[in-house]
């Protein structure tokens, strides 16, 4: 049972759409906004990497039929590191030394960007809203980066809090992948925790690419969990999920943004029902969306041939904030590849909200992270049903 429904998933995922690929060495134009992206594009993250290059994509040229940003052209350039930390590493180097990009723009992966820094620290290329929340990449003293919403810290201890106060939750353990991400939630949880005089009652890690997950469900259940807290991606996210079900173990799940996703609440056998997750973003219904959010969903679907998950949300949104950062900036960003323009092209943002009814986003005063607050979401039938205002901790 659990076999089937990762290759019914698997078979979803390889479905989404694919005009995200990977660049070749480009010509140098005088003039352009020369961006770049390391994602990835065939790995287990595929889906959102995908997802975010299709919607800067979409963002992008709408901008430069209109004429650009004050005249300037955009061009995005895409490297595919497979979600391998050694290819994100070798591809910024490209991006820096042979295409001369002056911006980062919704690179993917905690670990993959963290070990990117160095060499955009070293050129002076700043860091625009990459596709990784955690605390290190906008705590440093040099900090190069900043990011669209909360940090994963800030969303699991907004959501714990929720669920220790209002479902009464006492027994908490952890499912996490063993990376920098999974430390992160797993730190979260523990200062939470601690606030309720709990702690951590168990811990199962796993690789980002384990498709087993039976031990690590027998365990936490030996542990009598009341509540599992989620450091996953979509794939790792379903399974963990499908084998509790399949053991007959009705115990809740909470993660960060990462959980939130309409291709979870697609996952087949409603392996991803119940589950709970902490996000800025808000996953729009077309139905009832406003005639705006229509529109982009509408042009969305026509042009990939796949409706927009959660990952194409955080794209057009990150794509916003770049086109208005470059507008801030003014019509020479790219001389001297100066990161304090951009710092305070970027901390002028403030009282600002994504398309799609994301909490509101405010960079003023030296802040890099958009927000802290998030909302707890839940999964019930084919979408999420959101049960909070924007919270904090």
């Given amino acids: 049972m659990r076999r089937s429904a990762a290759f019914a998933f698997a078979a979803m ?11 070749g060495p480009s010509e140098i134009r005088l003039g352009e906004i020369r961006l ?8 287990p993250a595929a889906p959102y990497g995908h997802a975010v290059v299709n919607a800067l994509r979409l963002r992008f040229d709408a901008v430069n039929a209109a004429g650009g940003v004050r005249g300037r052209k955009i ?24 295409d001369r990009v002056e911006a980062f723009v919704g690179a993917l992966g905690t670990a993959q960007v963290q070990a990117m820094l160095p060499q955009l620290r070293e050129a002076g290329i700043p860091n625009l809203f990459p596709m990784a929340a955690s605390r290190d990449l906008v705590q440093a003293s040099d900090a190069i980066t900043w990011i669209s919403g ?23 353990c952890a499912l996490a992948q063993n990376t920098d991400y999974g430390e992160e939630v797993q730190q979260a949880l523990r200062d939470q925790l601690a606030q309720h005089g709990l702690s951590l009652l168990a811990v199962a890690t796993h690789r980002p ?28 996210t379903l ?26 609440a697609a996952a087949p056998g409603a392996a991803a029902q119940g589950l709970y997750s902490v996000s800025s973003i808000a996953l729009p219904e077309r139905a ?25 949300i955080y794209g057009a949104t990150i794509a916003d904030l770049a086109v208005l950062t470059f507008d801030r900036v003014g019509d020479r960003a790219g001389e001297g590849r100066d990161p304090a323009r951009f710092a305070r092209a970027i901390g002028s943002i403030s009282g600002w909200r994504d398309l799609f009814g994301g909490t509101l986003q405010d960079f ?16 019930g039938g084919p979408r999420y049903e959101r049960l909070t205002e924007a919270l904090g901790y």
């Avoid at 770049?36 to 790995?43: A, E, H, I, M």
């Avoid at 399949?246 to 291709?263: C, E, I, K, R, Y």
């Avoid at 009832?288 to 990952?311: L, S």
Wanted: aromatic share 8%.
């Fill in 13 to 23: 995922l390889a479905c989404f759409a694919l005009d995200g690929r990977a660049a």
């Fill in 36 to 43: 770049g992206t390391v994602t990835d594009l065939s790995g």
């Fill in 75 to 98: 061009r995005l350039i895409v490297e595919d590191h497979q979600f391998q930390v050694p290819r994100a590493v070798q591809a910024a180097a490209k991006l820096i030394k042979r």
């Fill in 150 to 172: 909360s940090l994963y810290y800030d969303q699991i201890r907004a959501g714990v809090k929720w669920m220790v106060e209002q479902r009464g939750k006492r027994a908490v």
């Fill in 209 to 236: 690419t384990d498709m087993d997950f039976t031990a690590s469900v027998a365990r936490l259940r030996a542990a009598n969990c009341d509540l599992v807290v989620l450091a996953t991606l979509l794939r790792d």
């Fill in 239 to 264: 399974l963990p999920m499908a084998a509790a079900k399949a053991a007959g173990w009705n115990v809740d799940f909470l993660g960060p943004s990462t959980t939130h996703d309409h291709l979870l």
């Fill in 288 to 312: 009832t969306a406003a005639p705006e959010v229509q529109a982009w969903i509408d042009a969305y679907t026509a042009r990939f041939g796949v409706a927009p998950n959660a990952g194409a």
């Fill in 364 to 379: 003023s005063n030296g802040r890099r992270q958009g927000t802290m607050q998030a909302y707890v979401w839940h999964l």
